[in-house]
């Protein structure tokens, strides 16, 4: 794959917005009943204040056994990434995580590179393989869960092949295509970077063949050294050993602005953006250099004030 510019050194930070996706595995109260103003004012807030990166999941449909962990409250990815194009200007936008083999590749280049080239080259595709089984066999055919693991690395193919070449082609297992143009273009030369997520076995290897960067997905922080070694390890076996961008979903945290804690899970690390620093230049000590930040407020309004304040305070603490 041709290599893109990385981070590189620099240490930058983002987050999965709220709102768009409301699992009940993490959805706070407030985000039950926000409104499309209550994210805008998030989105808003992130860009102003340094912010890398704004993520949005990605789901079709949720089957019924899975609702009362997952809720169904899906944002469309696409569209909403396109609708956060239109109200910043320099944060990037990231599919976290698209699950791309559910999408023909010509189509999924086309809604990709559009996005890129309105947004004035402010796209990160991040894709994963889908972890929920009747959504991925609904659309892609019967047991194709099971083989999703070789379908994603196609499709990454396939759309590495659309962004780079205006008339792609490429011959695979489950799609072929040739003479078929693809426009418009990227606006970012040679293509928009390609994030991989996941911490599985599979998932680190089809990082280190594929990837520009890696977002472990549910890693502990005392797990990520040893996964940081073998992803540059499996990158020196079986991708070109070039570098790669290391990231991780960050603890929840709050900044302290003497409001307390009270009303915020018992787990969010509450402290000063000091305190909030160091513990995140840890992680960058073993390796990472994009962090998400899961934020943790009461209200919309707070979780604006609050990512502000990470951007304000915090962010100028970790590039050393």
């Known amino acids: 794959m041709t290599r893109i510019q990385l981070v590189g050194d620099k240490v930058v930070y983002g987050m999965q917005l709220p709102i768009q996706s409301q ?11 926000a409104s499309v103003d209550d994210l805008a004012n998030i989105a808003r807030a992130a860009d102003r204040s340094g912010w890398h990166y704004l993520g949005v999941c990605d789901h079709t449909a949720i089957p019924d056994r899975l609702v009362k962990a997952m809720g169904a409250e899906w944002y469309d990815t696409i569209a909403t990434l396109g609708w956060l194009a239109g109200i910043t200007t320099n944060t990037m936008l990231l599919s976290h995580v698209l699950i791309l083999a559910q999408r023909h590749p010509l189509r999924a280049a086309k809604e990709l590179a559009t996005l890129d080239h309105l947004s004035g080259g402010r796209l990160i595709v991040g894709v994963g393989a889908g972890h929920v089984n009747e959504e ?28 780079e070449h205006e008339v792609p082609t490429h011959q695979g297992q489950r799609w072929q295509f040739d003479d078929m143009s693809v426009a418009p273009r990227p606006a970012q ?42 992803l540059k390890a499996l990158r020196d076996e079986i991708g070109d050993g070039s570098p790669i961008d290391i990231g991780t979903i960050a603890e929840p945290c709050h900044v302290d602005l003497g409001g307390g804690r009270d009303g915020l899970p018992d787990y969010t690390f509450v402290g000063s953006a000091e305190k909030i620093a ?41 590039n050393r």
């Not at 659309?139 to 499709?155: K, V």
């Open 23 to 33: 699992s009940r595995l993490f959805v706070s109260d407030w985000e039950l009943s």
């Open 136 to 163: 991925f066999d609904l659309l892609n055919g019967e047991a194709a869960f099971a083989d999703r693991g070789p379908a994603t690395d196609e499709a990454i193919e396939a759309l590495v092949a659309c962004f």
């Open 189 to 230: 030369s040679p293509r928009p970077a390609v994030w991989i997520g996941g911490s599985t076995g599979p998932a680190l290897r089809r990082t280190a063949k594929y990837g520009d960067g890696w977002l472990p997905q549910g890693t502990r922080r005392t797990d990520l050294p040893g996964q940081i070694a073998t």
């Open 278 to 318: 160091t513990s995140l230049l840890q992680l960058v000590d073993m390796g990472v250099n994009h962090l998400q930040i899961p934020l943790r407020a009461r209200s919309a309004a707070e979780f604006a004030e609050q990512t502000e304040a990470f951007g304000n305070l915090v962010g100028p603490l970790l």
